[in-house]
């Protein structure tokens, strides 16, 4: 059962802004998300973690700087986890948006939104979901099928990940919240995932990794119990 750590940038200068940064190049963390990528060295602290993998977004590739500087691991780039191609609307204000007819199926049919010259929601999660299960089976076959690992990425597409791993329809993905700097976990098995953590934004995770189960002494062999409560 590999271990997925589904992390969220930290805050960054659009968020502030109240723009839709999409793709946009330039967009980088802000102080508070500097300090929240920095936190999660200490969070993840005492994981067995033995890979990241990141968007290819600056404000990913921050995030998850002061994490692969601690454990001496290079982050994997994965374009197939990048942010969603908002097209035209890339840049905009949310104030603005908002009041476009498509906000509303965004909102309430987001399978059915395609943004005008960019990508549909429904193609975001199927490339997200085949890159998160592509990764987790080649680290279990590197690492072993109990790794742990950690995978960077934007609000929208963890929430995408996280409604196929809890077998809902993405038209339910609105219903689920992730902060900047968040983590969700999820366990994958041969036979389905388990979700573990959602938007969990402090704490110890140590509990996520189950402890190895202790051996237990071998039971006494036949031959050497008494039988009839004495030996001669």
């Not at 750590?5 to 980088?28: D, Q």
């Not at 007819?101 to 990508?119: D, M, Y």
């Not at 077998?167 to 902060?179: C, E, G, K, S, Y």
């Not at 983590?183 to 041969?190: A, I, L, R």
Request: charged residues 25%; hydrophobic residues 40%; positive net charge.
């Amino acid at each position: 059962m590999t271990t997925l750590i589904l992390l969220r940038h930290g805050r960054s200068t659009a968020n502030t802004a109240g723009v839709l940064a999409g793709r946009s190049p330039g967009v980088e963390l802000d102080e508070t998300g500097r300090g929240q990528a920095e936190k999660v060295v200490e969070r993840l602290a005492g994981l067995p973690i033995v890979e990241i993998v990141t968007s290819p977004m600056t404000r990913c590739r921050q995030t998850v700087e002061p994490l692969a500087i601690d454990r001496k691991i290079t982050p994997v780039v994965e374009d197939e986890l990048s942010e969603v191609d908002y097209g035209d609307w890339t840049g905009g204000t949310l104030k603005t948006l908002a009041k476009e007819p498509l906000w509303k199926v965004v909102q309430a049919h987001p399978s059915a939104a395609i943004f005008p010259g960019g990508e549909g929601l429904a193609g975001m999660q199927a490339r997200a979901v085949a890159a998160v299960r592509r990764h987790g089976a080649r680290i279990a076959e590197q690492h072993g099928p109990t790794a742990v690992w950690v995978a960077c990425s934007h609000g929208d597409v963890i929430k995408s990940v996280l409604a196929d791993a809890l077998a809902t329809h993405l038209d339910n993905f609105q219903r689920i919240m992730v902060d900047t700097c968040s983590v969700s976990v999820v366990h994958y098995t041969d036979t389905r995932p388990f979700v573990a953590r959602v938007n969990d934004l402090g704490g110890d995770l140590k509990g996520i990794v189950a402890p190895k189960p202790r051996r237990r002494r071998a039971a006494k062999r036949s031959s050497d119990a008494v039988v009839g409560g004495a030996t001669s």
